[in-house]
């Protein structure tokens, strides 16, 4: 019997509902696979400060130490925004504290949901490598200087061509492994990092000949992944940008609540934090609206990569899929299932897709 562990850390606003859903869902999957796995559940975020008064706390931190792979569901919320520290710089102590440099944010058009796009490209699979602990989120100095008369605020885009080779060499692999092409976003027109991040993909380039590769500013990707969304398979892009770009993914697959992601160091079957794209929708939280899709697919990246447990990740993956192209939905989809409802649905499919391929 297979033995796994995981930690849970809910979060704020939909955060809770959401990983509740992944969770119903790995409950099923640990019964049919036989698994054994023990949840452990530790604060992040608001709910963090609530408790310790400190958005990531020592005691969170222990707990992800004796960790094989956390599941996060998302932090922030208008009661916070004006704390010396807010939830967000809590998530963003632990992608560093974990060493995740490495973002993968996957986006599909899945077939049945084309009317929800406002594009007219039915065909749509990329995913974003994102870099996770550099630039502007993390470079020293930052804050507020008071001037005679006037405030200067601060942020530094900050990196090392080290933490930019890892990240782009991850992405350059995963192109020539799936065949797929690269596009590399920076702005290279203005920022000398941007330059420096053109220069290391030119450099990798050499290693790569096989990888149709092109470059684009970050302003005009963003313009042609709208017009030509078909075209981004592999995308690579730093901290920032790739941040922006996710979300611009999640709305042309017709809603941001379909995105899942992997933050990892580079190296399958070690441990990774598996979020949704999307923040923690104080609108929508505590409604039962919440779309579970994305932790959902959370999940399966968690089983798939820190766990290594392959065909479960796939099972998991076509049960979303099935759940979603054939109903029930949730509201921001246009169909009129609560997350839990949807969360049933996509444990039944699993349920029957399983028994299925025991029969064959
Ligand atoms: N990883 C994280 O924990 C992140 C946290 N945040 C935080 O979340 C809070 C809210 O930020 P927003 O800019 O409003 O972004 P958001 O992603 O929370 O919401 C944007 C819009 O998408 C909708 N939405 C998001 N997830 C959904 C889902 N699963 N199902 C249905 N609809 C969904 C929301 O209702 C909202 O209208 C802020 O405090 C922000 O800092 C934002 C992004 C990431
Ligand atoms: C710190 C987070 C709020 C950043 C974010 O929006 C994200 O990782 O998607
Ligand atoms: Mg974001």
Redesign the pocket.
């Known amino acids: 019997m297979a033995s796994h562990q995981l930690l849970v850390l809910a979060?704020d606003?939909?955060?809770p509902e959401?990983t509740e859903s992944a969770l119903k869902i790995l409950e099923i999957m640990a019964k049919l696979e036989d698994w054994q796995v023990e949840v452990d559940h530790a604060a992040i975020?608001g709910a963090a400060i609530d408790q310790y008064g400190d958005p990531f706390p020592e005691a969170t931190q222990q707990a992800i130490d004796r960790s094989s792979a956390v599941l996060?569901g998302?932090?922030?919320?208008p009661k916070w925004?004006n704390a010396p520290r807010r939830?967000?710089a809590g998530?963003l102590d632990m992608r560093q504290y974990m060493g995740l440099w490495a973002n993968l944010r996957p986006f599909e058009m899945i077939p049945g949901l084309e009317h929800l796009s406002p594009l007219r490209h039915p065909v749509m699979n990329g995913i974003i490598f994102r870099e996770l602990t550099g630039g502007l989120y993390f470079g020293q100095p930052r804050g507020r200087r008071f001037l005679p008369g006037d405030l200067e605020v601060i942020d530094t885009l900050q990196y090392r061509k080290s933490e930019m080779t890892r990240i782009i060499q991850l992405a350059f692999q995963y192109a020539k492994d799936h065949g797929l092409t690269l596009t590399s976003v920076d702005k290279a027109n203005v920022l000398e990092s941007s330059r420096v991040w053109r220069e290391v993909t030119e450099e990798l380039a050499r290693q790569y000949p096989d990888v149709p590769l092109s470059h684009r500013y970050v302003d005009a990707a963003a313009m042609d992944m709208v017009l030509n969304p078909q075209n981004y398979q592999v995308v690579v892009t730093e901290n920032l940008f790739g941040d922006i770009l996710s979300?611009l993914a999640g709305g042309l697959v017709g809603?941001?609540?379909l995105l899942g992601s992997l933050s990892v160091a580079g190296t399958p079957g070690t441990r990774g934090l598996f979020?949704?794209?999307?923040?923690?929708?104080?609108?929508?939280a505590g409604q039962n609206?919440?779309?579970?899709?994305?932790a959902i697919l959370s999940l399966a990246f968690l089983v798939g990569w820190s766990w290594q447990e392959h065909d479960a990740e796939h099972l998991i993956r076509e049960a979303v899929t099935q759940t979603l192209s054939e109903g029930p939905r949730?509201?921001?989809l246009g169909g009129q299932a609560t997350t839990q409802e949807f969360t049933e649905a996509v444990g039944n499919r699993l349920k029957d897709i399983w028994q299925r391929r025991r029969q064959q």
């Open positions: 979060g606003g939909i955060g959401v975020g996060l998302a932090v922030g919320g925004d939830p967000e998530l979300d809603s941001l609540g979020e949704p794209v999307h923040g923690s929708a104080p609108d929508i609206r919440a779309n579970p899709t994305g949730t509201v921001d």
